[in-house]
């Protein structure tokens, strides 16, 4: 049975920075994209960031606009998780985000971001950015 925990979150100040981990169990995920997702109250669920295994023990790693040049997403695969830091945090990255793996090892730039090309979901972890 596949799991997906996440961690990190909480309250966090406006400019600040938070670190989510997502662990995997069940089955190694090591070679399928692997990342992030967020949904904010009365939203549909975005597309934050996401890598794709490219070989060897490198991934190449997607980013929304919304979080390009300030967050990093990153892969420990024997530990069979992801992790995300965003930095320069603003109200509008409120939201819940959630971890989320494909079976899919063949997606490719125009594909990855998309919500329905991944077959297993985390809880979700509440970030809230406010003063």
């Known amino acids: 049975q596949v799991q997906l925990v996440e961690s990190g979150g909480g309250l966090v100040q406006p400019g600040g920075s938070l670190r989510l981990s997502c662990t995997a169990s069940g089955r190694s995920f090591s070679n399928y994209p692997m990342g992030w997702f967020r949904q904010a109250p009365g939203k549909e669920r975005e597309f934050v960031a996401t890598t794709r295994w490219i070989g060897g023990a490198a991934y190449q790693k997607y980013y929304a606009d919304s979080v390009k040049g300030r967050a990093t997403i990153s892969r420990d695969s024997a530990k069979n998780m992801v992790s995300l830091q965003v930095n320069s945090l603003s109200p509008e990255d409120t939201a819940v985000y959630y971890c989320?793996?494909?079976?899919?090892?063949?997606?490719?730039?125009?594909?990855?971001?998309?919500?329905?090309?991944?077959?297993?979901w985390g809880q979700g972890t509440q970030v809230t950015v406010s003063s």
């Open positions: 989320a793996v494909s079976n899919t090892r063949g997606l490719i730039a125009s594909t990855i971001s998309k919500t329905g090309n991944y077959d297993y």
